[in-house]
């Protein structure tokens, strides 16, 4: 009997319209129609990674993700990508229940024309100042991510951030994300407010992932301290950090800056030309990786969980596993304090 962790799920249920709030995070190449649906049949949450999907794709999953369930399921949509404003327009007129923003913060106008569709707003947050902004702005609700998290990431660790953001955001539900991986941790972060919490690297290797074989089995043999942020060598040369795995694609792209930079100096490139190598050397990386089985040079993004990833699961057993770990957590705790 879930006596002690109904309690705690009530809020998350009640605004996602799930059994249990477990987010699976959007992942691009992985979180397809069938991940979803499979996570959402087995009471969960998830969402479709739209990446920089074309609208039409995008359209075509969302109609075969409602084939395959009939729970709530949401649209993660990147501010920053091109194929971002004829995304928000698709689904004026193919709307979802939820829409998550990541990247920047969306605009209010943005928000409100997703609102108008009838679908609840949820926003990433990865520090203090752009979660007091994205409520200002009208989210129904934040995700924090730390930057232990897979993927793009921002700068402070989960730790820092739920002390800043958990313990006083009190108007909207607050979820958590970032390095999460069992359910006995869960447990902890739902006694500190948590609404619910968002893991992807334990998803991406389930049974239901699309993800290539070589792919699942490189995160299995990974440990924590392989999930690497890309290094930025020079200023004049940004790069967006991305948590992935380390391969021969790290180390090269290292070597790239290091070039560039010296190329730089010797007045031999400009800073938009080494800019634009800087952004392009991960083209189709992630896809190669993903899809491809490219695990030496392809864009292994992975958060820092991956250490706590040891074998391939149903989506239904991780479901369960994480109910289960975090009522048995509370019932220990509950024990020790009373």
Same mark, same amino acid.
């Given at each position: 009997?879930?006596?002690?962790?109904?309690?705690?799920? /009530?809020?998350?249920?009640?605004?996602?319209?799930?059994?249990?709030?477990?987010?699976?995070?959007?992942?691009?190449?992985?979180?397809?129609?069938? #991940?979803?649906?499979?996570?959402?049949?087995?009471?969960?949450?998830? =969402?479709?990674?739209?990446?920089?999907?074309?609208?039409?794709?995008? /359209?075509? +999953?969302?109609? %075969?993700?409602?084939?395959?369930?009939?729970?709530?399921?949401?649209?993660?949509?990147? *501010?920053? =990508?091109?194929?971002?404003?004829?995304?928000?327009?698709? #689904?004026?007129?193919?709307?979802?229940?939820?829409? &998550?923003?990541?990247?920047? &913060?969306?605009?209010?106008?943005?928000?409100?024309?997703? %609102?108008?569709?009838?679908?609840?707003?949820?926003?990433?947050? =990865?520090?203090? !100042?752009?979660?007091?902004?994205?409520?200002?702005?009208? /989210?129904?609700?934040?995700?924090?991510?730390?930057?232990?998290?897979?993927?793009?990431?921002?700068?402070?660790?989960? *730790?820092?951030?739920? +002390?800043?953001?958990?313990?006083?955001?009190?108007?909207?539900?607050?979820?958590?994300?970032?390095?999460?991986?069992?359910?006995?941790?869960? !447990?902890?972060?739902?006694?500190?407010?948590?609404?619910?919490?968002?893991?992807? *690297?334990?998803?991406?290797?389930?049974?239901?992932?699309?993800?290539?074989?070589?792919?699942?089995?490189?995160? $299995?043999? !990974?440990?924590?301290?392989?999930?690497?942020?890309?290094?930025?060598?020079?200023?004049? &040369?940004?790069?967006?950090?991305?948590? /992935?795995?380390?391969?021969?694609?790290?180390?090269?792209?290292?070597?790239?800056?290091?070039?560039? $930079?010296?190329?730089?100096?010797?007045?031999? $490139?400009?800073?938009?030309?080494?800019?634009?190598?800087?952004?392009?050397?991960?083209?189709?990386?992630?896809?190669?990786?993903?899809?491809?089985?490219?695990?030496?040079?392809?864009?292994?993004?992975?958060?820092?969980?991956?250490? #706590?990833?040891?074998?391939?699961?149903?989506?239904?057993?991780?479901?369960?596993?994480?109910?289960? =770990? *975090?009522?048995?957590?509370?019932?220990?705790?509950?024990? %020790? &304090?009373?």
């Amino acid at each position: 009997m879930l006596e002690l962790s109904s309690r705690y799920f /009530a809020r998350g249920r009640e605004f996602l319209g799930c059994e249990y709030p477990f987010l699976c995070g959007a992942m691009t190449w992985v979180s397809d129609p069938q #991940l979803v649906a499979a996570v959402c049949n087995a009471g969960g949450f998830a =969402s479709l990674a739209g990446g920089n999907t074309p609208p039409g794709i995008l /359209a075509d +999953q969302i109609r %075969k993700t409602r084939e395959l369930t009939r729970k709530p399921f949401a649209v993660n949509l990147v *501010t920053l =990508s091109p194929a971002y404003p004829e995304q928000l327009a698709m #689904l004026r007129q193919e709307p979802v229940p939820y829409v &998550i923003f990541a990247g920047a &913060i969306p605009r209010g106008k943005d928000i409100e024309l997703i %609102k108008g569709t009838g679908a609840k707003v949820m926003c990433f947050a =990865s520090a203090h !100042a752009l979660a007091m902004r994205t409520i200002k702005s009208g /989210a129904d609700a934040l995700i924090l991510e730390g930057t232990e998290a897979g993927g793009h990431i921002g700068p402070v660790s989960l *730790t820092v951030l739920l +002390q800043q953001v958990l313990f006083d955001v009190t108007e909207v539900p607050v979820f958590v994300a970032g390095g999460i991986g069992c359910g006995r941790f869960c !447990a902890h972060l739902f006694l500190m407010g948590a609404t619910g919490v968002q893991l992807g *690297t334990r998803f991406a290797v389930s049974k239901e992932s699309c993800a290539h074989p070589d792919f699942k089995r490189a995160y $299995i043999r !990974a440990s924590d301290r392989d999930a690497v942020a890309t290094p930025q060598f020079d200023i004049r &040369i940004p790069v967006v950090p991305v948590r /992935a795995l380390h391969n021969k694609g790290t180390e090269e792209f290292g070597k790239l800056q290091m070039d560039l $930079i010296a190329r730089l100096e010797r007045g031999e $490139i400009t800073r938009m030309e080494a800019q634009y190598q800087v952004e392009h050397f991960w083209m189709g990386a992630l896809r190669r990786a993903v899809v491809e089985g490219d695990v030496e040079r392809g864009s292994m993004m992975a958060g820092q969980s991956v250490g #706590l990833v040891k074998r391939i699961e149903s989506v239904a057993d991780i479901i369960a596993d994480l109910v289960q =770990s *975090t009522e048995a957590e509370l019932q220990r705790v509950r024990e %020790k &304090i009373l």
